[in-house]
Every structure is written in C-alpha cells, then in structure tokens.
C-alpha cells in the first residue's frame, strides 16, 4: 500500500499511474494533452501512462469530441463495465457488500446483521452475500479483480492478519486468506479509519489536502493518517491508532490497558454514557421520551436530533463531547500539522459538536497549524468505508505492473 520513502522508477511508474487514473476519473472524458496540462506531466510520460492504462482495459478511448475545432483529439474515459471491484464492511452485528464499477460508482449493495461473536459465522456469511450478489448481477469471477475489507480492528498488513478486533472478540484471524480461499479472488483486508482516509483522499473532500487525518467515532476511536496519496503505516502498520493517545495520565482504564485513553471519551459509548447520567437529573429532556418513555435503546442519533431542536441536555451533551474530541484534535494538528482533518461516525451530524471542536482546537492547538487546518465531517456518509476498500483496491492494482492482482502477489504483498 504505502512506499513513502521510495522514490525509484517503479514508485514513480506507480504515482504517475495513479495521477493520470485519478485524473480521468474526475474528469469523466479527458483528452492526453488536456491530461498533461491538468497532472503537469510531460506528454511522453503521459502517453506512456495512458498506453499501459488502456493495455489494462482501466480505461477505454472513446470518439472524438465532436464540438472541438479543427482535428479533435481523442477522449479518454474510465472503463465502466469491464472490471468490477467488490467491498466488504464488517462491524459489530453487520456487514454490507458493495460491488462497485472502477469509478467507484456502487452498483449494488446489501447488508446483513449477525447475533454471535463467531468467526466462521461471519466469514461464511461475508462469502455468500459476496457470491449473491455476484450473481444477481450476473458478474463472473474473471471480471472481478479484488475484494476489499473493512474491519474495526488492528490488521497486520505483512501477514495479512486480523491481530486484534476487540469489538467483535477477533484475536488473529487470517480473514484475507480465507475469503480468498473460499471465494478465489484476491482479498485485502485493512482497519476501517484507515480506509476511510483513504476514501476521503480518493473520493471525498480530502482530493487536495496534502497531510489528511481521518476520525472514525464509533464503537471505538480509530484514525488514519494519509500523506500525498499514501497511508502512513509506521513501523508496524499501526499508525494512526490515535483513539490510544492519552489525554489524562489518571483517566478511567482503555481496553488497551493503559489510562485515559482519548477513545474512552469520545467514542460512541463515552457519548451514550454522558447522556444516561445527565438523564438521571434531567426528566424533562427529550432523550427521557426516547429512552424511557419510548421504552428503546437511546441512540447517538437521538442526541444529535434532540440538540438541533434545542434540547438543553442534548446540547450539553453534545458540547462536552465536542470538547473531548476538540482536545484530542488539537493534540493531532500540534503534532501531526495536518490541512485537514475529517470526521466521521454518527455524532458528526451534528454542526453544533463541530462548533465546540474548532473552538477547543483554536484555543489549545498551536496557532499557525491551528489556522492552517480545516475540520470537517465526511460527505461520504456511511459509505465512506466501503469507497475506502475501493481506493485501497484501486490503490494497490495500479501498483501491479502486471495489470491484475493474482494470489501470489495478494500473498507476498
Ligand atoms: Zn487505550
């Protein structure tokens, strides 16, 4: 995935690759000389870019533009139907699976909810919802060239692992290669926030920034750091795992072991929690209908909708996790120095927390990067996981000079 540091022909090879891709896709048609003047590429390393895209069938020349004067160039687009890509979100009690053309445009999807911790459950089940739909669409294997999975959990990306998913109870579970053995096509597994960074790179408002720090908030805290256009791993892959900076030395215990863990403040359950003891003083708040009187599990939704409609306990709510989040933020933009970082889960519907977070990171954030980042919550709504897994495909395939993803590249990836 990333090759940061690595600056020689093949990295290169790969970048103008994936530029020139990129470049076609957001344009939807795009002549080679309009190619060389948007990516500033010359127009020899462009017309050898283009050469092997459209050796690849990635992208297809269509006619000329009729409306151009004099001889009009030949138009470049991305190939809609000849490849496929397929994406797999895996969260507590759900998975959903997208097939999607190269531009990324989802041609269907489906969810389907579990009720155990079981592995095997989930895996088999992830098979078949990937084999329906296949079906239903009467897609063949051959036309597929890589599934890509979301999991919320720790991925060792060398030994293609699943280390730690504390969520769902998944301690080193090889999912990549079992899917991959079960379903015979290349599968590549990676943490949900980090791909959600990526699809915020590749597809969502994160198309410019230089340095972008994606913020899932869900049943944990995850993050993902991408620079240029690659992840930022670390050393062993794990960088980005920001949910685990503390924040106070003597906090309540994280399940990493350690104390006062960001996570434990801001995550889904650290909202929930401050609206159920607020609840106990505030009979008059809304959540109280939702929650008591409706006789339901209150949701971070309800949260959200009860503070835009002015609700005092909801909006304190919502503050004060705004806040945690906020000084959490600001640690990452004094220590990270991103343009931008992005937010992404339930609580980021609502403006107001918004409000709260850019104020703690002016007052806490060191001032020229506190000016320089812009904060945001994602646009790729619930989707934005799953166009993770595409970017990550697409990501990894334009790496492949080969043109395919096979299993023994897959394997010693
Ligand atoms: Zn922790």
């Excluded at 049943?219 to 992840?231: A, K, N, P, Q, T």
């Excluded at 002015?310 to 343009?339: C, F, H, K, Q, T």
Aim: a negative charge; proline letters at 3%; charged letters at 25%.
């Amino acid at each position: 995935m990333s090759k940061t540091g690595r600056f020689d022909s093949a990295y290169l090879r790969r970048v103008n690759c994936v530029k020139t891709f990129c470049t076609v896709r957001e344009h939807g048609r795009v002549s080679r000389s309009e190619l060389a003047d948007i990516t500033g590429l010359s127009r020899a390393t462009v017309s050898e870019t283009v050469r092997e895209l459209l050796e690849r069938e990635f992208i297809r020349e269509v006619g000329p533009d009729n409306t151009a004067r004099g001889r009009p160039p030949v138009q470049l687009e991305v190939n809609p139907t000849r490849f496929y890509l397929i994406a797999v979100e895996i969260d507590v009690g759900w998975i959903v699976v997208a097939i999607t053309t190269l531009v990324g445009e989802i041609l269907v999807r489906r969810r389907a909810e579990f009720r155990t911790y079981d592995y095997s459950f989930v895996l088999s089940m992830c098979a078949r919802t990937v084999d329906d739909l296949m079906r239903q669409q009467g897609i063949q294997r051959d036309d597929v060239l890589g599934i890509g999975v979301a999991v919320p959990g720790q991925v060792d990306l060398s030994r293609r692992v699943v280390t730690f998913a504390p969520n769902l109870r998944w301690r080193d579970v090889t999912l990549a290669d079992d899917l991959e053995r079960i379903l015979s096509l290349p599968v590549f597994v990676s943490n949900e926030a980090m791909l959600s960074a990526m699809a915020e790179k590749w597809f969502g408002t994160g198309k410019d920034a230089g340095v972008l720090v994606y913020v899932s908030i869900k049943g944990g805290l995850g993050g993902g750091i991408v620079s240029d256009r690659s992840l930022y791993l670390g050393v062993s892959g794990s960088a980005g795992e920001l949910g685990h900076m503390s924040i106070d030395p003597n906090g309540p215990k994280c399940s990493c072991g350690s104390r006062g863990c960001w996570e434990v403040y801001s995550d889904e359950q650290a909202i929930l929690e401050r609206a159920f003891r607020a609840l106990r003083t505030s009979k008059d708040s809304l959540l109280f209908q939702s929650s008591v009187v409706e006789n339901r599990f209150l949701t971070v939704d309800d949260i959200v909708s009860a503070a835009d409609q002015g609700d005092r306990m909801a909006l304190e709510v919502v503050r004060e996790s705004g806040w945690y989040l906020g000084v959490g933020i600001a640690n990452i933009v004094n220590g990270v120095n991103p343009d931008m970082v992005i937010v992404g889960g339930r609580i980021a519907a609502s403006t107001i927390l918004f409000d709260e977070i850019r104020k703690v990171v002016t007052e806490r954030g060191l001032q020229i990067p506190a000016a320089k980042v812009s904060i945001a919550p994602t646009k790729l709504g619930d989707e934005v996981a799953l166009m993770g897994c595409i970017a990550l495909l697409l990501d990894t395939l334009l790496e492949q000079p080969e043109g395919r993803l096979n299993m023994d590249s897959v394997s010693t990836n």
